[in-house]
């Protein structure tokens, strides 16, 4: 615990910032390298697609199986890297902001999801099922599914974007209330070699990736990537609400720092692929959340997010198809919050509050697959998973919880779907 009656003020110079001149040169280097990357690519355009095409792309609802988008029971919106590239979307949420339905608030510290009017206050987005790759992001405390600057993937690697909305939970899996949001990455030979990309941009924004990908003649595919990104974020907020002479008037100044560094993998061989990710993310608060001292730079937030997912998929005999998948995740989040415990009256006494969160889970699914007549589908399956570890600690001047535990769950599921001749219709089971 740090107990200090003396608190550092926002404004004091914490490291030097880099010359906007090197943010320039990142900037040139990386579009040469961008421009030759994307001179070998040949991504298909979804808007010159006709009508008989679009009806025939499919979805991955949540690795159990691929379906058409006419066949999806619900309302689908695919987002492709040729739109991200064209709007220019920093992240998920910029993503989501632009989709039928969707809204995005941010309080300088997360960014929380909406749809049709509904946006529960302080919910970490626990009713939306996120994934990479079918891999499950929610993590196994909060249920946070992560669509800012903390989500463990840089936006320059989505392939496309997969949205399913409505309740769904029985069909795609736990959150799926208010929709699902899959996100297909990038294959290594879409790359075909080494792409940069870097930005820069005001309030001392900078940001660079460096990714190589490629597929070899022996079936070998891997894509590797890293991303750094740091930003000084607004240096004058100005909040109503502490609009004193104790407060600096309601200005926070130089309290919205950002940064993050992530790194993302993933090699396929014939049936087996291994992917993963690190991801770790620090934000300043400068809303004086919580009650804590206004215009204070000790207020900040560590996310880290981690997971390794090893998936095996090979068509059998009878044209069953079998899926298999391991995994271990990862989750950390810290938070540090001044306090002034002195009473009213009394000379400020100032310390640190930490809030810690720690979680780790393995687990496993597999299932059988098979269409019947070319239009039914028939899936036999069953998951498990372990947290074996899930810490939370609070303390403030002295330790007020330390709680240890360990969860875990497993389901049997048999799913149907149906389509009735010369009908769209679906039933399930």
């Known amino acids: 615990m740090e107990n200090s009656r003396l608190s ?30 994307w001179a070998n690519e ?17 979805i991955e609802t949540v690795s159990k199986f691929e379906q058409r988008v006419i066949e999806a029971p619900a309302s689908v919106s695919i987002i492709t890297n040729e739109e991200i590239k064209k709007y220019g979307y920093r992240n998920l949420a910029d993503l989501l902001r632009g989709v039928r339905g969707f809204f995005v608030n941010y309080d300088r510290a997360y960014h929380y999801l909406g749809i049709r009017g509904f946006s529960r206050g302080g919910d970490y987005n626990t009713r939306f099922l996120l994934l990479i790759d079918g891999h499950r992001i929610n993590e196994t405390i909060y249920d946070t599914a992560t669509i ?3 989500l463990p993937l840089d936006i320059d690697l989505i392939d496309r974007v997969e949205i399913i909305r409505g309740p769904g939970s029985s069909l795609y899996g736990t959150n799926a209330i208010f929709g699902i949001i899959n996100i297909i990455t990038r294959k290594g030979g879409d ?40 930003s000084q974020g607004d240096q004058k907020l100005y909040y109503g609400e502490y609009d004193s002479p104790a407060t600096n008037f309601g200005i926070a100044k130089d309290c919205d720092d950002e940064g993050y ?37 000790g207020n900040r937030i560590i996310d880290e997010r981690a997971y390794l997912d090893l998936k095996y998929e090979r ?47 393995v687990g496993g699914e597999m299932n059988l697959s098979k269409t019947l007549f070319k239009k039914h589908k028939l899936i036999l399956g069953g998951e498990y998973r372990y947290a074996f570890r899930q810490d939370q600690a609070y303390s403030e001047i002295i330790p007020i919880f330390d709680d240890h535990r360990a969860g875990w769950n497993w389901a049997l599921y048999l799913w149907g779907n149906f389509q009735s001749p010369g009908f769209h219709h679906l039933s399930s089971f």
Not at 42 to 57: A, G, W
Not at 193 to 215: C, I
């Open 315 to 361: 068509e059998l005999a009878y044209e069953l198809k079998f899926k298999g998948r391991l995994y271990y995740d990862h989750y950390f989040y810290s938070g540090d919050y001044i306090f002034d415990f002195a009473a009213p009256g009394n000379p400020p006494l100032l310390a640190t509050a930490k809030d810690r969160t720690y979680s780790e889970a």
């Open 261 to 297: 560094g992530s790194f993302f993998g993933k090699a396929s061989f014939y049936d087996f692929t291994l992917q993963g990710a690190y991801h770790k993310r620090k934000k300043e608060v400068p809303t004086g959340s919580w009650g804590t001292v206004f215009n204070s730079q």
């Open 191 to 230: 790359l075909k070699g080494f792409e940069a990309s870097g930005e820069a941009g005001s309030l001392y924004t900078y940001k660079g990736r460096l990714s190589y990908g490629n597929k070899f003649e022996k079936g070998l595919e891997v894509l590797v990537s890293g991303s750094l990104y740091d």
């Open 42 to 58: 040949k991504t298909p355009d979804i808007t010159e697609l006709s009508v008989e095409d679009l009806m025939e792309v499919t």
């Open 8 to 37: 550092p003020t926002c404004h004091q110079p914490k490291f030097r910032r880099p010359h906007p001149f090197i943010g320039i040169l990142v900037v040139l280097f990386s579009a040469f390298m961008s421009a030759m990357s």
């Open 148 to 150: 800012g600057n903390e």
